[in-house]
């Protein structure tokens, strides 16, 4: 059988469509394992580091065989994402606050952080000590919040 006409043939053309699916699809669904797997790597990891990043119970979650459901203080927990209160220390990428709370709560600022006073934007050298703010942001790997958004409250 001559080549070219096995190419040109309805049975080829039909076959090399069908391979070609076939490996689309299996090019989709590695994507879905891929993604799949990064979003269970983080879960795992991120409850791994739970207690360290948010604090968790003060005497750890399997305490005095108190178990995952067992009484919790309210003090046991902190939050990762926000908190509300002095600059107690300025850095040059770090600030540390005195929370409500009275713990203190250690702040990554970057150059993509927004810092508002009033309606204005300012820049990390308005910041002064004994200021009142707000920040937000995610926690980070090192039990830092990394900041995206603070407000400043002048009295």
Known sequence: MDLNKLIKSKFF??????LFEIAIILCAFRVGMVV????????FRWGQNY???FGGPARGWFDGGRGMMGQFDKDD???GHNVVGSIIKISSSTITV???DNTEKSLLISAETVIRSGNAN????ALKENDRIV???TPSSTGQIEVKFMRIFHP
């Open 36 to 43: 799949g797997f990064s979003k269970a790597n983080y879960s």
């Open 77 to 79: 927990y902190i939050s």
């Open 13 to 18: 053309i039909w076959t090399a469509v069908g």
């Open 122 to 125: 300012v820049q990390v050298g």
């Open 98 to 100: 005195k929370a409500t």
């Open 51 to 53: 207690h360290r990043l």
């Open 135 to 137: 920040a937000l942001g």
